[in-house]
């Protein structure tokens, strides 16, 4: 299966700066998938996001606060810019592993103070 | 776009007993539900799926069923074990993308 490297691991920020986040994976892929998952919730679509394209938003989602690139086949970023303590939570990136399923990466803790 | 729910919302039992874990989903044209476990500080791992063309999918422990017609599978996990305890997550395949249930956390007392 594909093996996702993902970093930060975890991160302590300021009100009002911007966190990137960024995710390698093994293998190439079409899609790379950003989820978020506050505590004790489950896992919320922010955005898909496919080499040479704009990345697809979810209802509630924009650009502007999640900006994410997608240079080549194996990586991407999400952005989490303007930070308010409401975004403090887990964000993950995932791919299709074709066989094997949908892959996550180990996750993002981001606090922002 | 797809609706998942997911129940029971939390889920405690002895261990060596059954647990089951059931879904529901709203789109018909959706045709790939994995089972995810999530443990504490840890990533959603793939423990089973199942596609829409199979009905029942069993690997060692833990199967899967789906009634296509009826819009829901479940999850089954026999003889549990102390480490069974962690948070499941359903998910519904469709359009290229998962929509997960709000997830189950099953609790094995010893």
């Known amino acids: 299966s594909a093996v996702i490297s993902q970093k930060p691991s975890r991160d302590i920020c300021q009100r009002g700066t911007s966190l990137t986040i960024q995710c390698q994976v093994d293998?190439?892929?079409?899609?790379m998938f950003w989820y978020r998952q506050q505590p004790g919730q489950s896992l919320t679509l922010i955005a898909t996001?496919?080499?040479?394209?704009?990345?697809?938003?979810e209802s509630g989602f924009v650009i502007d606060k999640f900006p994410i690139s997608r240079p080549n086949l194996t990586f991407s970023t999400l952005t989490v810019s303007n930070m308010s303590p409401e975004d403090s939570s887990i964000y993950l990136c995932?791919?299709?592993?074709?066989?094997?399923?949908?892959?996550f990466g180990s996750g993002t803790r981001l606090t922002v103070v | 776009g797809e609706n998942v729910e997911q129940h029971p919302s939390t889920l405690s039992v002895q261990e060596g007993d059954s647990a089951v874990i059931k879904c529901t989903y709203s789109?018909?044209?959706?045709?790939?539900f994995p089972w995810y476990k999530q443990e504490l500080g840890k990533r959603p791992q793939l423990i089973i799926d199942?596609?829409?063309?199979?009905g029942e999918k069993k690997d060692q422990r833990i199967a899967v069923t789906l009634n296509k017609t009826a819009k829901h599978f479940s999850l089954h996990i026999t003889e549990t074990q102390p480490e069974d305890s962690a948070v499941y997550f359903c998910?519904?395949?469709?359009?290229?993308?998962?929509?997960f249930g709000a997830g189950t956390t099953v609790t094995v007392r010893a």
């Open positions: 789109d018909s044209a959706s045709n790939y």
């Open positions: 996001a496919n080499q040479g394209s704009e990345a697809t938003y």
């Open positions: 998910a519904a395949h469709n359009d290229y993308k998962l929509s």
């Open positions: 293998s190439q892929v079409t899609m």
């Open positions: 199942i596609r829409s063309n199979v």
């Open positions: 995932s791919v299709d592993g074709g066989h094997y399923g949908y892959t």
